[in-house]
């Protein structure tokens, strides 16, 4: 069995059959000794050959990944709004609330529409 690493997202893949793993999208056994002890996404590649990045490469890197997961958080946070019966429940209460001091200052009251809205704004301010 050999190692093959993808192509494009660099990803390793140990102990496989080569014949399954065309060559024009994975290294065939390649050379690993340089990275062996370093995470494949702090690889990478230049004609075939492997090197760990930079510390200012690992840096930018990291800010990536961060920032990847912070739009992936803020997405599923907005769709758990509408998803989740509890907090739906929770933002039903606390507009009535609202509204109900809204109207004693003479205030147009706010829909749950404006509501959710508004915290999805929140959600994607930060």
Do not use: C
Not at 67 to 92: C, F, M, N, W, Y
Request: net charge neutral; no cysteine; glycine share 4%.
């Amino acid at each position: 069995m050999s190692t093959v690493v993808n192509r494009m997202t660099l990803t390793p893949l140990f102990d496989r059959d080569l014949t399954r793993y065309d060559i024009a999208h994975f290294w065939h056994d390649p050379d690993l000794s340089a990275v062996a002890n370093v995470k494949p996404i702090y690889w990478k590649e230049t004609s075939g050959v492997f090197t760990e990045m930079t510390l200012t490469e690992k840096g930018v890197k990291n800010a990536e990944i961060a920032a990847a997961k912070a739009d992936h958080d803020r997405s599923t946070a907005k769709h758990r709004i509408g998803d989740e019966p509890v907090l739906r429940a929770l933002a039903e209460v606390v507009m009535d609330e609202i509204n109900i001091l809204r109207s004693k200052h003479s205030l147009a009251a706010r829909t749950l529409s404006q509501l959710v809205t508004a915290i999805k704004n929140k959600i994607d301010a930060g």
